[in-house]
């Protein structure tokens, strides 16, 4: 992850910068964009976190200007240490997983096959609800009365100007996947369409391109939403450290700093590296396929497993000479060579074309979303239950077994935004430059296949999805360079991906320390590597798409806890801030009462009770001194004024506040 505009969707690059400091005392205003991941976020030893704490009788002007209060958080570990309840079963249950993958291959692959039927056939309406589910949170998060609650201090001003977060928020979806998928995913669908779609070419294409957006678009990001907001109020409201148990404490109360704590983190690790290991593979398939394509290597298993061992190597470098180093200028490389290679496209291309299908494609999109979120396939028999788990179930695995990473990632640079900011940013921009992206490569592979010269699908209606999008590059002006570009950036996000996924696993497992030591980091770059050469051994991109099915199911259950866990407390602190409110309007009327009722007695004191009488005390506001009324009335007034007409003021109440002898002072 990076604060200069990079992260990690599945497959995409960040970077940190470790030079900033770690208070979280520190300004606003004194914040930079290179302050590292949860480096300004509150350290594990504790800080001030916010709470709720009704106004009292001298409340603030406000009425519930900050509730906050301190809370201390227990340090599990040292910092710069691992936390062995969650790092030892991770570690091992993966080095198990890579170890069976590679010794029993043949058994590996055919319990692989037998969880993934069992899986989508009993869970596959459970994701397309969930996911479903996510999105109305999600949304009623954005547009509900929480909407005002800032993830941060009450006071707290963003972290990042809105151009710069807007910058991030485009860079977390940009990604091996994206690539690998932005010309495969439209064609693929349109040569070989869902079971139950039907039409001529246009009607194929148009529903192909509406599919993909229903893939990518906002149903993924709400489920980023729903883990980065529980994340950040927990992290910036609560000040609790970087780990999702946090985000389940309003929920499971102190049973997250137990064994119950220790698991979610478990999971969530889990389902981090095997989704880092899944866009791994994906660009490992499309980079040997590129190499094929120029002639320069001859595609395979042997040269797949080369090409990990050699980029898991470089991730391995780039971990060890720092993340404000070569990460970041790798990270910020891939987003430039991934805008010129779409604005080259998009200029050589059917310009006009693919800008009509932009529009075009987001009204289709719109107009059908409720259908295309709900639809199961169940009246398409075994056919229609075989592409749900290639396609749809496939997707939502993969974006909730991604959630705790981008999650994290989402949450660290939207520090100081309200709800509703996040929502909305989180869920509309990174959509809508994804769908240009689909729009710019699924477009042209589109306009190709049928207003050009074809050649994408082969005869038996297949496209092959290693190899589309160089073919689509070869035949376009400078095909050979935008060829070379599409591999070196696949390669950049490769390490990238390994890198910034080494270091949240590497927080997860040191208790939540923004810091995770180095050795910690390259250990989970190797053990990502080594998933993904057993997931291609084992079963290649079958086994990708079921490694992403299966580990998010329990995550799942997690996120689940998570959406209920943010309802509890902006419940709580809503409820806090109203009774602030209505305590601090019950004390302004209260004054504004005593106020008028003086000041009509002080006016009626004489008809009422005569001269004679002392007057009623003055409010306590009217009590101070002329002194202290400011520069003009609080200058020292001359001895005459003070002593009056008949002489220094006496028993009887004559002075500068009366005309006559025996007068009685105003209120």
């Known amino acids: 992850m990076s604060d200069d505009g990079t992260s990690d969707h599945p497959g995409s690059g960040a970077s940190e910068d470790e030079t900033a400091p770690r208070s979280t005392d520190v ?5 930079t964009p290179d302050v590292p991941l949860g480096a300004d976020e509150t350290a594990p030893a504790g800080d001030s976190a916010s709470s709720s704490a009704p106004a009292t009788a001298s409340g603030t002007e406000a009425g519930a200007e900050n509730v906050t209060a301190a809370v201390a958080v227990e340090v599990p570990v040292p910092p710069g240490r691992m936390y062995p309840r969650v790092f030892y079963p991770a570690a091992g ?10 010794v029993f291959t043949d058994g590996t692959t055919a319990v692989l096959s037998t969880l993934q039927a069992d899986v989508i056939g009993a869970f596959g309406w459970y994701y397309v609800l969930i996911v479903a589910g996510f999105v109305i949170f999600a ?21 990042f100007r809105l151009p710069v977060w807007f910058a991030m928020l485009f860079a977390t979806g940009m990604g091996i996947g994206l690539v690998y998928w932005g010309a495969a995913e439209p064609l693929t669908h349109y040569a070989s369409p869902k079971p139950g779609v039907t039409g001529d070419p246009a009607a194929l294409a148009q529903a192909a391109m509406g599919q993909s957006y229903l893939h990518w678009g906002v149903h993924a990001w709400a489920i980023y939403v729903v883990a980065g907001l529980a994340l950040a109020y927990a992290i910036h ?66 040269l797949q497993i080369g090409l990990i061992i050699g980029i898991t190597a470089v991730a391995t470098l780039s971990v060890a000479s720092g993340l404000g180093r070569g990460m970041k200028w790798l990270s910020n490389g891939n987003m ?31 107009q059908n979303v409720i259908r295309l979120t709900f639809d199961t396939t169940a009246f398409q028999g075994d056919a229609g239950l075989e592409w749900q788990s290639s396609w749809t179930i496939f997707y939502w695995g993969w974006w909730i077994s991604w959630a705790p990473f981008v999650g994290v990632f989402i949450a660290r640079i939207s520090r100081g935004r309200t709800i509703r900011e996040f929502v909305m940013g989180t869920l509309l921009v990174p959509t809508l430059v994804t769908f240009l992206w689909f729009s710019i490569f699924g477009g042209s592979a589109l306009y190709r296949q049928i207003f050009g010269d074809g050649g994408l699908v082969g005869a038996d209606g297949s496209v092959d999805t290693d190899t589309v999008l160089f ?70 991109l079958t086994a990708l798409q079921t490694a992403a099915i299966l580990i998010a199911l329990p995550f799942s259950v997690v996120m689940i806890g998570m959406a209920l866990s943010t309802v509890i407390a902006l ?42 009488v002392p007057g009623p005390p003055r409010p306590a506001d009217e009590q101070r001194t002329p002194e202290r009324r400011g520069p003009l009335r609080g200058r020292p007034r001359r001895r005459a004024d003070r002593e009056g007409p008949s002489g220094p003021a006496g028993p009887s109440g004559t002075g500068s506040r009366g005309t006559e002898p025996g007068g009685t002072g105003g209120p």
Do not use: C
């Open 139 to 159: 949304l009623w998060m954005g547009l509900s009365r929480f909407g005002d609650i800032v993830l941060g201090k009450d006071d707290e001003t963003p972290l």
């Open 27 to 31: 300004p606003a205003s004194s914040s």
């Open 571 to 612: 419940r709580e602190e809503h409820s806090a801030i109203l009774r602030a409110e209505r305590a601090q309007a019950r004390l302004v009327l209260t004054q504004h009462v005593t106020r008028r009722v003086t000041e009509t007695i002080s006016e009626q004191w004489d008809e009422l009770y005569g001269s004679d």
């Open 237 to 302: 409201r609560k000040g609790r450290p970087v780990s999702i148990r946090w985000a389940l404490e309003p929920l499971l109360g102190d049973r997250v700093k137990g064994r119950l704590g220790d698991v979610v983190d478990v999971v969530a690790v889990l389902g981090t590296v095997f989704g880092v290991a899944t866009s791994l593979g994906f660009g490992v398939l499309q980079i040997g396929a590129g190499l094929g394509f120029l002639n320069v290597a001859e595609p395979g298993l042997a």
């Open 471 to 540: 073919q689509l590059l070869g035949d376009l002006p400078g095909g050979p360079v935008l060829t070379v570009l599409a591999i070196v950036l696949i390669g950049v996000f490769f390490v990238t991906s390994a890198d910034s996924g080494s270091f949240v696993v590497g927080m997860l497992t040191s208790g939540g320390d923004p810091h995770p030591a180095v050795w910690n980091r390259i250990l989970w770059a190797v053990l990502s590597g080594l998933l993904a050469m057993a997931l291609l051994i084992s079963g290649g």
């Open 93 to 102: 249950l993966i080095l198990l997983f890579v170890l069976l993958a590679m």
């Open 336 to 366: 430039v060579l991934a805008g010129v290679l779409a604005l080259t496209v998009l200029v050589v291309g059917p310009t006009l074309f693919l800008l009509r299908d932009y529009v075009q494609s987001m009204g289709y999109y719109l």
